[in-house]
């Protein structure tokens, strides 16, 4: 990829699931915001969807992976382990007492929430680098 | 009781509808203005903004409401257009489809979007919404 691009490879990754409802994009928001606080990078989800060679690459370089899903269905997790990927910090925003509602009303202090969570898992974390599955 | 109200129509997003959008939701600015439109134009009553991650994370509920839609909408930040990849390795196939970074005047970086450029971006993919519903 090209200079500066987010697609390159970082200490710690960070994929939100920037689901349809207030939680997703609560996730979404909360990982904006871990980046901009350089407790990691937000990496393209979809580009682990869509097994985009380059962001597959760059995510395998990666010392550790978050994820932030906004509910149980977890499907940011199943996405990466899909892909063959292990989890290091998996944040659930439902998890955290943010109840789910068919809408997008966010709240601040709710991604504050979520940003805190995680960045609590980051460092209590030991970087970790092998593939599920894959020896 | 809260969580019925704030249901629209009483069906949860993720439920099959008419029409259902996937947002890249990268992380550069294009991929932002990908997400907010997808969360402006559901606000405009266009179509529900749909889990792509429940796509890439083949999640059945989800892979089976998009099967059902019956128009898909694809948003990409840039020419990668995971998104698109995304739909496709599902075997499905956005009807309409927009790149940000091809189709508007935005350079692809890493910042915030600017609201300028999310609205240019609603407003074309709004219209290319209502041409193609008719």
Same mark, same amino acid.
Do not use: W
């Given at each position: 990829?090209?200079?500066?691009?987010?697609? $390159?490879? #970082? $200490?710690?990754?960070? !994929?939100?699931?920037?689901? +349809?409802?207030?939680? +997703?994009?609560?996730?979404?928001?909360?990982? &904006?915001?871990?980046?901009?606080?350089?407790?990691?990078?937000? %990496?393209?989800?979809? +580009?682990? $969807?869509? %097994?985009?060679?380059?962001?597959?690459?760059?995510?395998?370089?990666?010392?550790?992976?978050?994820?932030?899903?906004?509910?149980?269905?977890?499907? #940011?997790?199943?996405?990466?382990? %899909?892909?063959? !990927?292990?989890?290091?910090?998996?944040?659930?925003?439902?998890?955290?007492?943010?109840?789910?509602?068919?809408? !997008? &009303?966010?709240?601040?202090?709710?991604?504050?929430?979520?940003?805190?969570?995680?960045?609590?898992?980051?460092? +209590?974390?030991?970087?970790?680098?092998? &593939?599920?599955? &894959?020896? | 009781?809260?969580?019925?109200?704030?249901?629209?129509?009483?069906?949860?997003?993720?439920?099959?509808?008419?029409?259902?959008?996937?947002?890249?939701?990268?992380?550069?600015? =294009?991929?932002?203005?990908?997400?907010?439109?997808?969360?402006?134009?559901?606000?405009?009553?266009?179509?529900?903004?749909?889990?792509?991650?429940?796509? *890439? *994370?083949?999640?059945? *509920?989800? /892979?089976?409401?998009?099967?059902?839609?019956?128009?898909?909408?694809?948003?990409?930040?840039?020419?990668?257009?995971?998104?698109?990849?995304?739909?496709?390795?599902?075997?499905?196939?956005?009807?309409?489809?927009? =790149?940000?970074?091809?189709?508007?005047? /935005?350079?692809? *970086?890493?910042?915030?979007?600017?609201?300028?450029?999310?609205?240019?971006?609603?407003?074309?993919?709004?219209?290319?919404?209502?041409?193609?519903?008719?």
């Amino acid at each position: 990829m090209k200079n500066n691009d987010v697609c $390159e490879p #970082a $200490e710690i990754l960070i !994929f939100p699931c920037s689901g +349809g409802t207030n939680v +997703g994009k609560i996730a979404n928001e909360a990982a &904006m915001d871990l980046t901009a606080l350089h407790k990691g990078r937000m %990496h393209c989800l979809a +580009g682990i $969807e869509g %097994h985009v060679d380059s962001i597959i690459e760059s995510t395998k370089m990666a010392k550790k992976l978050v994820v932030i899903d906004g509910c149980h269905v977890q499907c #940011a997790k199943k996405t990466l382990e %899909h892909a063959g !990927f292990g989890v290091d910090v998996h944040v659930v925003v439902t998890g955290l007492g943010i109840k789910k509602i068919y809408d !997008f &009303m966010m709240d601040l202090d709710d991604v504050n929430r979520v940003v805190d969570s995680v960045s609590r898992q980051i460092r +209590g974390n030991n970087p970790r680098k092998e &593939m599920i599955g &894959m020896g | 009781m809260n969580e019925t109200r704030d249901r629209r129509n009483g069906r949860c997003l993720c439920e099959a509808s008419e029409t259902l959008i996937f947002p890249c939701s990268g992380a550069s600015n =294009v991929g932002q203005i990908a997400n907010e439109i997808a969360l402006r134009l559901r606000e405009a009553g266009k179509g529900n903004m749909y889990c792509t991650a429940g796509i *890439g *994370g083949h999640v059945k *509920g989800l /892979v089976d409401g998009a099967k059902s839609a019956k128009l898909l909408v694809g948003i990409d930040g840039c020419s990668v257009g995971c998104a698109r990849k995304c739909l496709e390795g599902e075997g499905l196939h956005p009807g309409v489809y927009l =790149v940000i970074s091809d189709e508007l005047n /935005v350079k692809k *970086g890493y910042t915030r979007p600017r609201e300028e450029d999310v609205a240019e971006a609603f407003n074309l993919l709004r219209s290319r919404l209502e041409g193609f519903v008719k």
